[in-house]
Nanobody, 116 residues
Framework: QVQLVESGGGLVQAGGSLRLSCAAS????????MGWYRQAPGKQRDMVAI???????RYADSVKGQFTISRDNAKNTVYLQMNSLKSEDTAVYSC??????????WGQGTQVTVSS
């Protein structure tokens, strides 16, 4: 059984940084893409950043230049470095994994709260 284990969320002051991690454990095989989504209270879940197996990345316009996504293919782990955090970045951040075979997987979510 594959599990996604997220870590790194928490409370940070505006202007601070956080690094989220998401590790896929179990027999997942090859992975097409990994990424992060977020959902703020009362809003829909939106894509934050995606990274494909070849290393290409895609970011939401709102986080370009502020967040950086990376992955360690050997560890089936994806990271999200978040800098210059603002109150509007407050949300539940969920990890997303798209395996080559099988259904997409979601993490349980980790809360990021930015205090002003």
């Amino acid at each position: 059984q594959v599990q996604l284990v997220e870590s790194g969320g928490g409370l940070v002051q505006a202007g601070g940084s956080l690094r989220l991690s998401c590790a896929a454990s179990g027999s997942i095989g090859s992975i097409n893409a990994m990424g992060w989504y977020r959902q703020a209270p009362g809003k829909q879940r939106d894509m934050v950043a995606i990274i494909r197996s070849g290393g290409s990345t895609r970011y939401a316009d709102s986080v370009k230049g502020q967040f950086t996504i990376s992955r360690d293919n050997a560890k089936n782990t994806v990271y999200l470095q978040m800098n210059s955090l603002k109150s509007e970045d407050t949300a539940v951040y969920s990890c997303y994994v798209d395996p080559k075979f099988g259904l997409a997987l979601w993490g349980q979510g980790t809360q990021v709260t930015v205090s002003s």
